[in-house]
């Protein structure tokens, strides 16, 4: 119902931003101009959102990057009803902390089944007009989302009261009918164990797959009646900015048939699943809007012996437009304490993330790893500085540091993520965990003692960082007024108290070196597609625009104005109302060739050395031309 309006809505943007151009180049008066804190192409860029040519665009037809948060493990637990927040205040205090704190753009916002439909057949609509409240906040704040109908090990319904382990998903009345034994998982030293080893789990999970009591149906019954809530609820630009849905968390057969291969299980049962949940996406008003589906959870794990076939190899080109490559990574060998001694260094996944641009290009679609993390605490923690440095340089190139500069053309796309998670309860929760009285959890994400929440809040009630600053508020591009070509970013985060600089500019160009010294830096290459509207890298916090240095082809300066068409570098607000800003670079040209070096120090650079290394960064770009 709502997909008309969003397309008049669009129209109407398009009319909307000619004006406003024409109003700058004086040609109409000030009433044409759009309103304060967004400018002539931002509504028309948040107008949609579709997968073209292996990336994603926005309205303008940019190449968007998402990064962000799950919001959040909150949804797993009990005492707020399945719901990410307590309340919608908590809603917009965590949103605002995501953009200007986390530098995220995006969210994959989590949904319990078990309290969307409690009882079979019946959909409880309060708790789907708090989810849509609690969404509308980040929405609201220029946040691009992404539901999630969340499962971990099937259900918390499977696990009694004195269990070492819970889980979340699926609601009582399912686990009821299927009769499934008490739950163990043995000698278990990770909850993930549960997926292939308790009995209970891996039961109830095959019959979800052959729909055994028409479970799945229900499910499939109750996200589209989900979906279609929330595009009758959400305003048409609101609903704009979700962009999608993932339609399950880390799928597994559970068990597998006699001589049934786990690709035989993803062609066979979770294809066909994927195929049903996107005509249900499609009778809720979703057609535009891709499904984010994910493979065999194992299909890309990092030890051997739990590594599984998959990928949706079977469905081939079959993704296209209509669904996204989606998958998740964790270092298992970091997590496990015994397969991974010492730290990860420069380039550890680069394969991992490789793999995941092959198959998403390999299957006609963009890619997003919508999960990765480490924990913060326990006796593996003091590898997460380095793991989370070395996944999120791997999401920005294929390369490591030590070779980028010298194999541009090898450095594929930028990956979209989402880490796990955003929790602001982190430390503060009160979950009795299976229902048990004498077993309430307060520590960490309250959940199988995991504690990966990037946020928490302090005494006060403010949101404050878990970790490094430097790591999680990058530069990245946002919108891509074309193709990108490479981009890095060096972070310069902090192992203690070593800096970690894995790329550091090349003595072969000694002015850029000096210009860049020992700040953080990112450089973008990308070829332009003619449009009038910038270019937006979102800017850190830490990165002061009076103080912020850009070296270009547009241009070489050291502070950054305010924007105005026609100006080539810039700096603005980011849409949403926040403290959030963004660098915004308007290239002339088809096919053109363009590169942009941005980086930040507390010494003002002479002219002579921007123009040194703008000559130096020109030559380099030249030389890297090959593209």
Not at 54 to 77: A, Q
Not at 341 to 362: L, P, S
Not at 418 to 428: P, S
Not at 482 to 502: H, K, P, Q
């Amino acid at each position: 119902m709502a997909k008309l309006p969003v397309r008049l809505l669009g129209v109407l943007l398009l009319v909307t931003a000619s004006l406003a151009a024409s109003a700058a180049a004086g040609g109409l008066s000030s009433a044409a101009e759009p309103p304060p804190g967004r400018l002539w192409f931002d509504d028309r860029a948040a107008a949609s959102f579709t997968v073209e040519d292996g990336r994603f665009v926005d309205g303008l037809g940019r190449e968007v990057v998402l990064r962000g948060y799950n919001v959040s493990g909150e949804t797993k637990l009990e005492e707020t009803g399945g719901l990410p927040f307590a309340s919608v205040a908590d809603a917009e205090k965590s949103a605002a902390a995501l953009r200007t704190l986390g530098g995220g753009n995006a969210a994959r916002f989590l949904l319990s089944w078990a309290h969307a439909e409690p009882a079979r057949g019946q959909i409880d609509h309060a708790y789907l007009a708090a989810v849509t409240a609690q969404m509308r906040a980040f929405l609201r704040a220029g946040i691009r989302v992404y539901p999630d109908f969340h499962q971990d090990l099937f259900s918390r319904h499977l696990f009694h009261g004195g269990s070492w382990y819970t889980g979340d998903g699926a609601p009582k009345w399912v686990v009821e009918a299927g009769g499934y034994p008490r739950e163990s998982c043995g000698i278990c030293f990770f909850w993930g164990q549960n997926i292939t080893q308790n009995q209970a789990v891996t039961r109830a999970t095959y019959d979800f797959w052959h729909n055994r009591g028409g479970i799945q149906d229900a499910f499939l019954t109750t996200a589209q009646t989900t979906m279609s809530y929330l595009a009758e609820h959400l305003t048409p630009a609101e609903f704009a900015g979700v962009v999608g849905f993932d339609p399950y968390n880390e799928p597994h057969a559970g068990t597998y048939d006699s001589g049934q291969s786990s690709r035989a299980w993803e062609r066979d049962l979770l294809w066909p699943f994927y195929e049903k949940f996107r005509a249900r996406m499609d009778a809720a008003g979703w057609h535009d809007k891709p499904a984010f589906v994910e493979p065999n959870l194992f299909w890309n794990a990092n030890l051997d012996f739990q590594k599984q076939e998959g990928g949706l190899l079977d469905a081939g080109s079959a993704l296209g437009p209509s669904y996204v490559f989606n998958t998740h990574f964790y270092d298992q060998k970091a997590i496990s304490g015994i397969f991974m001694w010492g730290n990860a260094k420069d380039g550890q996944y680069a394969g991992d993330f490789g793999r995941v641009r092959d198959r998403a290009a390999g299957a006609g679609t963009a890619a997003i790893v919508s999960e990765f993390g480490h924990p913060l605490t326990g006796t593996v923690s003091d590898k997460a500085p380095t793991v989370m440095k070395a996944m999120y340089q791997a999401l920005d190139s294929r390369l490591p540091g030590a070779s980028w500069w010298s194999r541009p053309q090898d450095l594929g796309p930028v990956l979209s993520s989402t880490q796990w998670q955003w929790d602001i309860y982190n430390g503060r929760h009160h979950e009795p965990m299976n229902g048990n009285p004498d077993k309430v959890l307060t520590a960490g994400d309250a959940w199988n003692d995991e504690d990966l929440s990037a946020v928490r809040l302090d005494d006060t009630g403010t949101p404050v960082l878990r970790q490094d600053a430097r790591l999680l508020d990058r530069l990245y591009p946002s919108a891509t007024a074309g193709r990108v070509l490479a981009f890095t970013y060096e972070d310069r985060s902090r192992d203690g108290s070593t800096t970690l600089t894995w790329n550091p500019v090349p003595v072969s160009l000694p002015h850029v070196r000096e210009l860049v010294g020992s700040g953080q830096y990112g450089l973008l290459l990308w070829r332009s597609d003619g449009s009038a509207a910038p270019t937006e890298l979102h800017l850190p916090a830490s990165f002061g625009p009076e103080r912020t240095t850009v070296v270009s082809d547009l241009g070489a300066l050291h502070g950054l104005p305010p924007y105005e068409v026609g100006t080539a570098i810039a700096v603005e607000p980011e849409p949403g109302g926040t403290a959030s800003r963004r660098v915004l670079l308007t290239a002339d040209g088809v096919g053109t060739l363009h590169y942009a070096l941005i980086t930040q120090g507390e010494v003002r650079p002479s002219q002579q050395m921007l123009s040194a290394a703008r000559d130096e960064l020109a030559a380099w770009a030249r030389a890297s031309s090959v593209f």
